[in-house]
C-alpha cells in the first residue's frame, strides 16, 4: 500500500516544480510586441507610412491637397495598379511573383476591342472573350508552374515575353481611339464613367474604375481571410510540404490562384479603356513593375505565406500620394522614384525583421 504522506509529498513537489518552470518564462518587452503585433497584422505598417505622408504633404501644400478632387484624383490614378496589384498579391502570396500581368491586361483589353471593331462582334461578349483571354493566359503559367514545377519567375518571365509578341503581332501596333470606342461601343468605357459627389472643399470625382477597386479588395480580403479557399493558399504560400500533408490538393490551388489572377488582369484592362479611353497595344507597360511595388510596400510578404490585400492597398496609394504630393511641390518627378526605391527596400528589411518572430 501507498504511503498517503509521500504521495502529498510528491503531488506538491510536481506543483511546485511547475511554478519553478513558469517563472522562468521570459516577458516580451514593448520592441518584440510591436514586432509581434506586425506580424499578425502587416497592413499596419504601410497604413501608419500612408497617414504620415497624407499628413506631411497636407502641411507642406495645405488645404490645396486636402481639397476632395485632389484626393479623388489620386484615386483615380492608382485605379489600375490597385487591380493589377490583387492579381500579383494572389501569386505572391502562394510564394510565387507574376511578371505577365501587365501584358495580360493590355492583351485583354486589345482583344475586347479588336473583336469589337474588327469583327463585329457586340460588345458584352468581346469583353467575356478577353476575360476568356485573361483566364488562359493564367492557367497556362499555372500549369506550368504547378505541374510541371517550374520556377514562377522564370514562367511568367517567359509569358511576358511571349503574350507581349502576341498583343503587338495580333494588333498590328494599331490604336483604337476614343471617339470611335465612344460612339460605337461606349460599354468598354463603362469604367470611365465617373459620379461627382459636391463637398464643401470642392467636388470628389469618384471614377467606376476606382469603385471597383474598391469593391474588389473588399470581397478578395473576405475571401483570403473567412474561407477555406483563402486558408489553403496562405498554407501553401507558407510550406506547401505541409499543406500537402494536411489535406490541401497544393497544384489545383496554385492554378486556380494563377487563373483568378489572370480573370483579375482582363478587369484591369476594362478598367484601362475607361481610364485612357481608347485601345491601345502599347498602354500599361510598367504595371507588372507598379504592381509589385504596392505588393511589397503593402507589407506582403515576398517568401509567401503572408500578408493582407489591404496592405496591397495602401501600398498603392502611398505610391500615388508620393507621385502628386510630389509633383504638386514640384520638385523633379525623379525624386519620386528615388524615395519609392527608398521605401520598397525598408518595406523587405522590415519584412525580415517581422519574420524573426516566427523563426
Not at 493590355?106 to 474588327?118: C, D
Not at 505541409?242 to 480573370?263: D, P, Q, T
Not at 490585400?309 to 500620394?321: E, K, Q
Amino acid at each position: 500500500m501507498s504511503d498517503p504522506n509521500a504521495d502529498q509529498s510528491f503531488e506538491a513537489g510536481l506543483s511546485g516544480s511547475a511554478t519553478d518552470v513558469a517563472q522562468f518564462e521570459e516577458k516580451k518587452g514593448p520592441i518584440e510586441r510591436f514586432q509581434h503585433l506586425l506580424h499578425v497584422a502587416p497592413w499596419m505598417i504601410p497604413l501608419i507610412v500612408l497617414v504620415a505622408s497624407v499628413i506631411i504633404f497636407g502641411i507642406a501644400l495645405g488645404s490645396k491637397f486636402f481639397a476632395p478632387f485632389t484626393l479623388t484624383l489620386i484615386l483615380q490614378q492608382v485605379a489600375i495598379v490597385g487591380v493589377v496589384g490583387a492579381a500579383q498579391s494572389l501569386v505572391i502570396l502562394t510564394a510565387g511573383i507574376d511578371l505577365s500581368v501587365g501584358a495580360i491586361m493590355v492583351l485583354s483589353s486589345v482583344v475586347m476591342g479588336q473583336f469589337t471593331f474588327r469583327y463585329g462582334i457586340p460588345a458584352p461578349i468581346s469583353i467575356l472573350c478577353g476575360f476568356g483571354v485573361g483566364a488562359l493566359c493564367g492557367f497556362i503559367s499555372g500549369f506550368l508552374v504547378a505541374r510541371v514545377k517550374l520556377p514562377p519567375f522564370i514562367v511568367t518571365l517567359g509569358m511576358w515575353q511571349i503574350i507581349l509578341a502576341s498583343n503587338f503581332l495580333y494588333s498590328a501596333n494599331e490604336t483604337i481611339r476614343s471617339q470611335d470606342i465612344e460612339a460605337n461601343a461606349p460599354l468598354l468605357q463603362f469604367f470611365g464613367n465617373s459620379i461627382r459627389i459636391p463637398l464643401p472643399g470642392g467636388t470628389a470625382v469618384l471614377t467606376y474604375g476606382v469603385i471597383v477597386m474598391v469593391l474588389l479588395v473588399i470581397v478578395l480580403n473576405y475571401v483570403l481571410t473567412s474561407t477555406a479557399w483563402g486558408r489553403h493558399l496562405y498554407a501553401v504560400g507558407d510550406d506547401p510540404d505541409a499543406a500537402e500533408l494536411s489535406g490541401v490538393k497544393v497544384k489545383k490551388m496554385l492554378i486556380s490562384v494563377y487563373v483568378l489572377s489572370g480573370l483579375i488582369c482582363a478587369l484591369a484592362g476594362w478598367v484601362l479603356i475607361g481610364r485612357i479611353g481608347s485601345v491601345s497595344p502599347t498602354s500599361g507597360q510598367f504595371a507588372n513593375i507598379e504592381s509589385i511595388t504596392a505588393v511589397v510596400i503593402g507589407g506582403i510578404s515576398l517568401f509567401g505565406g503572408r500578408g493582407s490585400i489591404m496592405g496591397m492597398l495602401f501600398g498603392a496609394l502611398i505610391v500615388g500620394v508620393f507621385s502628386l504630393g510630389l509633383r504638386m511641390v514640384g520638385t523633379d518627378p525623379q525624386w519620386t522614384y528615388l524615395l519609392i526605391g527608398v521605401l520598397i527596400i525598408a518595406a523587405v528589411a522590415v519584412d525580415q525583421w517581422i519574420r524573426k518572430v516566427s523563426t
